[in-house]
């Protein structure tokens, strides 16, 4: 062990605040991701959480995976719940109350319930400026319910809504932009992530929850299930996201876009897409559109961090 300069196991703690023995379908990245993203953190966390695979395989009561204190919500009062918590303990702690000063509070649901359903709390709640942070899982479709199509599911992915067959290509809309959406609201940090890479999404997490007033982090999660795609490859599917830049890996700090894995040069997306059966009926002039569409959007970011970064070093 000693010639190894870095060993892995001793850069992260021990301690989980998500226990193993959850309902979990085999591989599932969306169970990984919330791992990582609840070890970055203490234990003195407020777990808010949306209806969705996360929660059902993770509160089967008499059980739970949840070493933090966790309320459930519905899709449509996530943020709002989150929002409550934090305002009702900054006013106890006004009246006298004895609360613990770092009390945090931690908003958590699927694509389905952030990008559609929640989405309208989740804005007033950024609006409002709520010192907390929200984390969106996003397996890009209704996957508990059975793998329903949300506005978060890619171009060309078939789903039980959204069927591909002789006239259909199956999800005929682009994936709506939630990291955007969330920026649009000036709020100090909002970060893209994954858990292929593990080490980016704890830290961005660990800052999300540090920052004061809101923070949105946006995971994308491998759903071998929903994808169909086989379960020993959620992480290599996790980082094909980023290194094809279907999913790039940025952070929006007080508007100054960073890239947080530049890719200089992008693989081609087919390397992403051939792995997953719900993309298996795509052509080729189909798979040339997303890769038009692919790098038309990273190059959006890329212009967006260089502008950052000038006005920044204008500020600075
Ligand atoms: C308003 C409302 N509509 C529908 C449902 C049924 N429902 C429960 S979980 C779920 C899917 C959740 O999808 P998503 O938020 O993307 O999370 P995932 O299950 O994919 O993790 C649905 C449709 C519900 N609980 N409430
Ligand atoms: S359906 Fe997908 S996201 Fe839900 S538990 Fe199974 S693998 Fe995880």
């Not at 991701?33 to 993770?58: H, M, P, W, Y």
């Not at 929200?134 to 039980?160: H, L």
Request: hydrophobic share 40%; charged share 20%; glycine share 8%.
């Amino acid at each position: 062990m000693e010639k190894y300069a870095i060993y892995v196991p001793r850069l992260v703690k021990k301690e989980e605040n998500f226990a193993p023995g959850h309902r979990a379908c085999i591989g599932c990245g969306e169970a990984l991701a919330i791992r990582q993203a609840f070890k970055a953190l203490d234990n003195n966390v407020i777990v808010v959480n949306a209806t969705g695979c996360a929660e059902i395989f993770s509160s089967q009561l008499p059980l739970t995976s949840w070493q933090l204190p966790w309320i459930h919500t519905l899709f449509e009062n996530t943020a709002a719940v989150a929002s409550g918590i934090e305002a009702a303990y900054k006013a106890m702690r006004r009246k006298g109350a004895q609360l613990p000063e770092n009390t945090k509070v931690v908003a958590i649901g699927g694509d389905g319930g952030t990008s559609d359903i929640g989405l309208q709390a989740l804005s007033g709640a950024l609006e409002r400026g709520h010192d907390f942070t929200y984390i969106c899982f996003d397996n890009e479709a209704y996957m508990n319910t059975g793998v329903q199509r949300s506005s978060s599911t890619p171009f060309g992915a078939s789903t039980t809504t959204s069927p591909a067959g002789k006239n259909s290509i199956g999800q005929f809309s682009w994936k709506k932009n939630m990291p955007a959406i969330a920026a649009a609201h000036n709020i100090p940090y909002v970060a893209t992530a994954t858990h292929g890479y593990p080490f980016d999404l704890m830290a961005k997490v660990a800052k999300a929850v540090a920052t004061k007033g809101p923070a949105y982090v946006h995971i994308l999660s491998v759903c071998p299930t929903g994808w169909r795609s086989p379960t020993d490859t959620i992480n290599r599917q996790s980082r094909l996201a980023v290194q094809t830049g279907v999913f790039p890996l940025f952070e929006v700090e007080n508007g100054v876009y960073k890239m947080s894995v530049d890719m200089p040069v992008l693989r081609p997306v087919t390397d992403y897409l051939k792995g997953q059966g719900r993309f298996r009926h795509l052509t080729e002039d189909t798979i040339a559109l997303i890769q038009q569409r692919v790098e038309l959007e990273y190059r959006k970011i890329l212009e967006n961090v260089k502008h950052g970064s000038k006005a920044a070093k204008t500020q600075g």
